[in-house]
């Protein structure tokens, strides 16, 4: 018969070689991280992220630099990071969601908040917040003071949000917590001066869309389920902060909730907003498409992207078919009609319908169109052709595998739409402008006409149609 010893000494064994492959897994995972220059000073926690909604894919293995900013991890990680920022004798909470991906070190937060109140006098809302002070060990991890939430362009983001809009120090007695039946949310929104730009317009939606995602999936530890519910959908309510005028992509906000867009200046001083619960998003300049935009990357896939698109899509009822099967190939051109036109245009977009003459090919000024007509325009395009500039941002609608083609200023580095179009699993063909007298503003490049060689542009254009002349059920010799 065998000893207890000698027993022991198997199962010994396997529970050595169990914590040594842990072990080596974790340190092995951190080399990795470094490797690629994310290691993250607020840790990857675990215990409290809920399961993704079905209308997400599981993307396949991406590199830690990809998945941490443009992948399923990105939300992952804000779930995992949270900290409640009111003392135990505060009548409110108010919990917020860190994220470090920035190349700079910013720490990137949103916040959800109750309960809350709206004063219509000083139109600003209210909370009993007593901030407290974050513990040794949440220091150290890397979680921000809220006096250090960042700054960021056009006054947005959160720290002047709660600055301008939203007390903290005094609510009144006349604030409870609201049951999970009875919550009424108000998202608030402020946004960037430039809402004309599609991409910047896009980037501050987008936000929202993942801020909203990861309160889906993050469980609140006061009442065991999720921050917010599919049913919390019929009482939310987007309020929007800035007096800029509402701009082309203004339905766009409607997407979030079934109440319509209020805006604060509009409310008289004897109205009132039914809220109890705040959220303040993620502001449009800490999404992640912005970040290494000046560097080329190697991510080719990004569920975000896809996610979002598909959603802006369904919102408008537009085709989401990923072909169009055996139609003529639809070559697009960006218009531009005030700045960074493409000299002699017109002499080369005849040359281009002589050279292919079996592709249909147009010239749209989208800032003439309605952006559901944009995008209708954008998702029948093949090839989207255009001078860099935010009118490259309709690539985000295209049907994956399309073509861009980008004609870049001359002294121009920029890698955004570069970028933009692996991670959409389109081609990519560029050129840079030809070097040319310009004016002797520092930013010339943004307002200058650009050109480039007839030989250079025809060349540039025909390698972006032939690689779609098999494209679908088309099938054409690139050579005869």
């Known amino acids: 018969m065998l000893s207890d010893c000698s027993l022991r000494r198997p199962r010994i064994a396997v529970a050595l070689s169990v914590l040594i492959f842990v072990v080596l897994t974790v340190f092995g995972v951190q080399a990795l991280r470094k490797s690629y ?55 409110s909470s108010l919990t917020c969601f860190h994220s470090q991906t920035a190349e700079n070190g910013r720490v990137d937060s949103f916040c959800i908040g109750a309960p809350a109140s709206f004063d219509s006098l000083s139109r600003t809302f209210q909370m009993s917040c007593r901030f407290r002070e974050l513990s040794l060990k949440e220091s150290t991890k890397g979680t921000p003071r809220f006096e250090q939430f960042p700054s960021y362009w056009y006054e947005t983001g959160p720290r002047y949000i709660f600055d301008k809009y939203i007390r903290t120090d005094d609510a009144g007695d006349n604030l409870s917590a609201p049951s999970k039946s009875s919550r009424r949310f108000s998202i608030l929104v402020k946004r960037e001066e430039k809402i004309t730009n599609l991409w910047h317009s896009l980037m501050e939606i987008s936000a929202l869309y993942m801020t909203l995602d990861v309160l889906r999936i993050t469980q609140d530890q006061a009442t065991g389920s999720a921050f917010l519910t599919a049913e919390d959908v019929h009482e939310m309510q987007v309020v929007i902060l800035d007096n800029h005028p509402d701009g082309p992509f203004y339905d766009m906000w409607t997407l979030f909730a079934s109440k319509p867009v209020m805006r604060i200046d509009n409310l008289s001083t004897s109205e009132n907003l039914d809220v109890n619960t705040l959220i303040v998003p993620l502001p449009g300049a800490s999404n992640p498409l912005w970040q290494g935009d000046w560097k080329a990357h190697s991510c080719d896939h990004s569920e975000l992207l896809r996610k979002f698109s598909e959603r802006v899509l369904e919102f408008y009822s537009i085709d989401m078919e990923l072909e169009r099967l055996d139609s ?106 030809a070097d040319r007298p310009t004016t002797t503003a520092k930013d010339a490049w943004q307002t200058d006409d650009v050109s480039i060689e007839e030989d250079r542009f025809l060349t540039l254009l025909e390698i972006a149609v032939k690689s779609m002349y098999n494209r679908g059920l088309l099938n054409s010799d690139v050579i005869r």
Do not use: M
């Open 37 to 91: 220059g994310v290691e993250s000073v607020i840790p990857y926690q675990t215990g409290h992220v809920l399961p993704f909604a079905q209308d997400y894919q599981q993307p396949p293995d991406e590199l830690p630099f990809c998945s941490e900013r443009f992948g399923l991890q990105y939300l992952r990680s804000l779930s995992n990071t949270s900290a409640d920022y009111c003392d135990t004798k505060s009548r």
């Open 328 to 433: 003529p190939l639809v070559l697009t051109f960006i218009d531009r009609k005030e700045k960074r036109r493409l000299i002699n245009k017109d002499l080369y977009i005849e040359k281009l319908r002589s050279k292919f003459p079996a592709v249909e090919i147009q010239l749209i000024d989208f800032a003439a169109l309605s952006f559901v007509e944009q995008i209708r325009i954008a998702r029948r395009t093949d090839i989207l052709v255009g001078v860099h500039g935010a009118g490259l941002t309709h690539e985000l609608f295209q049907r994956p595998g399309s073509a861009v083609v980008e004609i870049i200023p001359h002294a121009l580095a920029h890698k955004g739409f570069r970028n933009l179009a692996k991670l959409l699993g389109h081609g990519y063909f560029s050129s840079h402008a």
